[in-house]
């Protein structure tokens, strides 16, 4: 009786979406799968993410190449909703104002928000710390 409420109670967990897309990314990252991402694969993970979007292989990443990497990941990119647009993506990192992300910009960026993600500064994320970090990246507009 109680395995199956802990059943249901971990099928009801998987449907819910903004926690199912981290651990999706999660699952990408963990390339150890010891439930964690470190920073080591963290930065692995968006080297390789950043390959993926330079369509063009130059080297940079324009808003154009992001939302066509956007685009093909979810399928459908009209459910953007509160998330921020690729421009505004670029914006927050684009530390010499070009409007388009070279992989040290990216790189930079990553680790930034890897270290706002891991609350308890143990150099782990975890899905739970995942989570929030994506969370307060949608609700907080300007800081
Ligand atoms: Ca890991
Ligand atoms: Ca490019
Ligand atoms: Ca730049």
Redesign the pocket.
Known sequence: MKRNALHAAIGALLLVPALAMADDKMKKMDTNGDGSVSAAEHTAGATKMFGEMDANGDGSVTAAEMDAHKAKMKGDKAKGGREMSSAEKIRAI???G?G???AA?HSAGAQKKFGEMDANGDGNLTAAEMKAGHEAMKTTKDR
């Open positions: 684009d530390t010499n070009d388009a992300l070279s910009e």
